[in-house]
């Protein structure tokens, strides 16, 4: 059957499928086309499962079409794990793939099967109006009931998740440093809990500021995303998690593999509910692709990065 994409999504994670470890997904060759996580509809088919007109949720080659059969895949028609998608009624693609995605599963279910936030605690979640920060600010404050400290890297973006996502206080992360500004917010309650979506210095500042007994868990790493392994950032407070007797954590989203489908309907029930709202940055045509994933290291971005295919 051939696949023409509909939409795909720009994560950051996909960056070390250009390295020589492979990253997540595995290495990209010379020659193979890129492939990110997207929308496709079946324009033609012989497929009994996958007939003329349903579509697909799958790794999708930055291509125009992609062909699929019983033998091996070509080296533009590769794609993991590919199933049926059925968009829900009222929202549009953009919308749905923010919403109800990978993103917000990932926040979701991590908070709720990992790191259980208490409430009237405060929370500290970096990379705030990201994909994954978004959701994981709104899931704090209006479920698990806790006070939510947030960071981006604009005054543009500032607003937004103070505005829009309910924040109990935030900061730019370029005008001030994450120790300083989170001594100044959580005030004499400090902070309890951090969802780390950056890494890096972050990471070591908020190592020297969090709690006695606090929490950190690892979402991403995205200021590490593009340095190799010799020139990372070290972390230099390590001696904070013996002392402070701290937790961290990370996970994958697969680890939650067989709750994927319990966190979606859970998910489209807060939306419904309005304790969940995202917003899309959405470039359009298969030309936008490179710009926009560049984008996702740039700071272009408030919320999911997506490409429209034309």
């Not at 500032?158 to 206080?169: C, P, T």
Request: aromatic content about 8%.
């Amino acid at each position: 059957f051939v696949v023409k994409p509909l939409l795909w999504c720009m994560d950051p994670y996909l960056r070390g499928s250009f390295d020589a470890c492979g990253g997540i997904r595995g290495r990209f060759e010379v020659g193979q086309a890129i492939a990110s996580r997207g929308v496709g509809e079946v324009v033609a088919s012989k497929s009994l499962q996958f007939p003329r007109g349903s579509h697909v949720l799958a790794m999708l080659p930055w291509a125009s079409c992609s062909v699929h059969g019983p033998g091996p895949p070509d080296a533009c028609s590769k794609m993991a794990n590919l199933k049926s998608f059925a968009r829900v009624p009222g929202l549009d693609l953009p919308k749905h793939m923010s919403a109800l995605g990978s993103s917000s599963l990932s926040a979701h279910l991590a908070l709720k099967h990992v790191m259980h936030p208490t409430a009237g605690q405060t929370a500290y979640v970096s990379g705030a109006a990201g994909s994954v920060g978004q959701v994981a600010c709104q899931l704090l404050k209006h479920v698990y009931g806790a006070r939510v400290l947030g960071s981006a890297g604009s005054q543009e973006k500032v607003d937004f998740i103070l505005s829009q996502l309910g924040v109990d206080g935030a900061f730019n992360y370029n005008a001030e440093a994450p120790r300083d500004a989170l001594r100044r917010l959580g005030g004499k309650d400090g902070v309890d809990f951090y969802f780390d979506n950056v890494g890096g210095e972050t990471l070591d500042q908020v190592l020297e500021v969090i709690n006695k007994h606090g929490r950190i868990l690892c979402c991403g790493g995205i200021s590490q995303y593009d340095k190799s392994t010799e020139g990372g950032y070290g972390i230099r407070n390590w001696m904070q998690m013996i002392e402070k007797s701290l937790r961290m954590q990370g996970f994958m989203l697969t680890d939650f593999a067989d709750k994927m489908q319990e966190g979606t309907d859970e998910l489209l029930e807060m939306f419904k509910q309005g304790k969940l709202q995202t917003r899309e940055t959405v470039f359009k045509g298969m030309e936008a692709l490179p710009k926009a994933f560049i984008g996702l290291f740039s700071g272009a971005n408030i919320g999911k990065m997506l490409v429209m295919a034309d």
